[in-house]
């Protein structure tokens, strides 16, 4: 059983209590201290200090302080006033005091969960704040970069036409001096050389880039894959066999709106033969168009993976892809995976205005959700 402590002493003003406890020779770090508005529980074993105040006191405004043998409390009243005493007379009652100690202990859990749920609050706000922050520095970003192109277009310009006005002047002069070297040139010479024809070779790349040793062996690797993926599974029946006749009859069905078709041509090419990228990339865009966008994310992510390595004759198609997953999460309203597929598709199209328009939107569309 604690031993309860009853030499403290305390004194008051109409705003302030101070309470000193001793220590009694027990070391500052045994000392516990539990305190609510209107209650206050010391444990220093063996010693037990424990009341219910006559009054509430302002919490964050009071203070507790442990050190050269005592124990001392500073409170703050909430209502200013002469208490006359420190504790409720409710406090000799142990089930009152009981019932006092459950309800502090009750109080101070949901302190507790309050502020945990303001700092998971304050978090939210900050992450939304840096969101927000991001997408202005990007956008002003892109604003700089934009106007340096715009100044640089306008210099280069402007130095065409000096460069044109020179060649201009230069031929008004020449036409206009007598003495021009080109006139004084004899009208018989030397008779001219026989003209002829040259023929160029060039090897054939089925890429519109320029060859480079760094990426020879990605275009191989990409080229054996379209080759692999080209091939029949089984030339018995031309049409119901050969995954590019379904692939194209998927896209007749599409372009008449029949989507359900369509599906069924794809799926089947895909039965046939599961690495044609394009397969996928096109039964994509008919569940983005029947609105089933959980399978329309599912197919985009498998074509970004048989589109690789990343060569420029896939760009136009992993743009495509990455469009098409970015509408399906912008449908599903996950914005942020939508803004970076849209993001990565401008990269390998930046020329391409839709796509910046629908970049815009979807921001616009994150800045209202993150608001409400």
């Known amino acids: ?41 010391v444990n220093f074993p063996p010693y037990l200090f424990e009341t219910h105040l006559l009054a509430p006191v302002e919490e964050e405004k009071c203070s507790a302080r442990v050190g050269n043998g005592l124990v001392g409390f500073r409170l703050v009243k909430r209502d200013p006033a002469l208490w006359g005493r420190l504790s409720s007379p409710e406090s000799v009652d142990k089930s009152v005091m009981a019932e006092k100690r459950a309800e502090a202990v009750e109080h101070t859990h949901k302190r507790v969960a309050e502020a945990r749920e303001e700092k998971a609050r304050r978090k939210r706000e900050e992450e939304q704040f840096a969101i927000k922050e991001q997408m202005r520095l990007e956008s002003e970003e892109r604003e700089r970069m934009e106007r340096e192109r715009e100044e640089e277009a306008r210099r280069e310009l402007e130095a065409w036409k000096v460069r044109e006005e020179e060649i201009r002047e230069a031929a008004r002069r020449e036409a206009a001096d007598p003495k021009s070297i080109w006139k004084q040139l004899p009208s018989s010479g030397a008779p001219p050389r026989p003209r002829g024809t040259i023929q160029v070779h060039f090897t054939h790349r089925p890429f519109v880039t320029p060859s480079r040793e760094s990426k020879a062996q ?29 692939k194209d009859k998927g896209a007749e069905f599409f372009k008449s709106g029949n989507y359900e078709a369509s599906i069924n041509a794809f799926s089947e090419a895909l039965r046939l033969n ?99």
């Not at 059983?1 to 002493?9: A, L, N, Q, R, S």
């Not at 990605?218 to 030339?235: H, N, S, T, V, Y």
């Open 218 to 246: 990605e275009e191989e690797e990409w080229l054996a894959k379209m080759a692999a993926a080209r091939q029949i599974k089984d030339p018995k029946n031309i049409n119901e066999k050969n995954p590019e006749f379904l």
């Open 274 to 372: 599961g690495n044609i990228p394009q397969l996928y990339s096109n039964r994509a865009a008919c569940y983005l168009a029947t609105k089933e966008d959980e399978k329309c994310i599912s197919d985009c992510c498998r074509a970004l993976e048989l589109f690789y390595p990343v060569v420029p004759s896939n760009y136009a198609s992993r743009t495509k892809v990455f469009a098409r997953r970015g509408a399906a999460y912008a449908n599903i309203k996950q914005y942020d995976l939508a803004l970076q597929d849209y993001d990565a598709a401008m990269k390998l199209s930046p020329s391409n205005t839709g796509l910046r328009e629908d970049y815009e939107t979807l921001k616009q569309a994150l800045l209202s959700d993150t608001s409400e």
């Open 1 to 41: 059983m604690p031993i309860g402590v009853k030499d403290f002493t305390w004194r008051e003003t109409e705003g302030e209590v101070t309470i000193s406890l001793p220590l009694k020779g027990v070391k500052a770090s045994k000392v516990d201290i539990f305190t609510t508005d209107q209650y206050i529980k």
